[in-house]
């Protein structure tokens, strides 16, 4: 089965920029969308075909995918992006998620 | 607007069968191009994908759950329906329901219920 690699954390001080990767094999030929889940909250979606962002998600998250990996990057990294993160993407019509990775703002 | 609400039993016993329904407003799941998952996610875990039904009654389920579970629709109730067998304490979860767009490879949740935490335990 198809399997999403996330590391488990990332720490960025505020102002700075965040990178969170997903791998995955030929990750690039697919499309990859990021979920933020903050703490005791329903997941949000954060970037959707790779790079394109939703209605009210900030400037600041850009997205990109090419080879086997895809990477979420939040630039301006503020408080309020600590989070959960996951990648998204589909095995045939199967969705599969990465193991999600926790963004520390310190 | 569209609102989904997942309601359903907070605690089962192991091996009884779970029921989870899906309640649409704002949203008839006739209208074309709709479609749904449902999604769960262990305390503290990831999330992972169960299962999905289109407006046409399509439907698709994770490979490693297909056995265990089924999905439906009832259109006239605006309700989407999870049922899963044989539960067991490793399936406890919040579970989501969760609006999709986009098609086939394209395709990505978009709106998320508040989810429904359902424990397994005798």
């Known amino acids: 089965s198809y399997e999403l690699t996330q590391p488990p954390s990332v720490s960025v001080s505020p102002g700075q920029t965040a990178s969170i990767t997903c791998s995955g094999d030929?990750?690039?030929?697919?499309?990859v969308s990021w979920y933020h889940q903050k703490a005791g909250q329903s997941p949000v979606l954060a970037i959707y075909?790779?790079?394109k962002r939703p209605s009210g998600i900030p400037e600041r998250f850009s997205g990109s995918n090419s080879g086997d990996t895809a990477t979420l990057t939040i630039s301006g990294t503020q408080a309020m992006d600590e989070a959960d993160y996951y990648c998204?993407?589909?095995?045939?019509?199967?969705?599969?998620f990465g193991g999600g990775t926790k963004l520390t703002v310190l | 607007q569209v609102t989904l609400k997942e309601s359903g039993p907070a605690l089962v016993k192991p091996t009884q069968t779970l029921t989870l329904t899906c309640t649409f407003s704002?949203?008839?799941?006739?209208?074309?191009?709709?479609?749904v998952s449902w999604i769960r996610q262990p305390p503290s875990k990831a999330l992972e994908w169960l299962a999905r039904?289109?407006?046409?009654?399509?439907?698709f389920y994770s490979t490693s759950l297909e056995t265990r579970l089924t999905i439906s629709k009832d259109t006239s109730k605006n309700q989407v329906v999870l049922t899963m067998t044989n539960m067991d304490p490793v399936d406890t979860a919040t579970y989501y329901c969760?609006?999709?767009?986009?098609?086939?490879?394209?395709?990505?949740?978009?709106?998320w219920g508040r989810g429904t935490l359902v424990t397994v335990s005798s």
């Open positions: 969760v609006r999709m767009e986009g098609v086939g490879a394209f395709g990505y949740f978009a709106l």
């Open positions: 704002g949203l008839s799941l006739s209208t074309s191009e709709v479609r």
């Open positions: 039904i289109d407006w046409d009654d399509d439907k």
């Open positions: 030929k990750l690039g030929d697919k499309y």
């Open positions: 075909q790779d790079t």
């Open positions: 998204q993407a589909w095995d045939s019509s199967t969705a599969v």
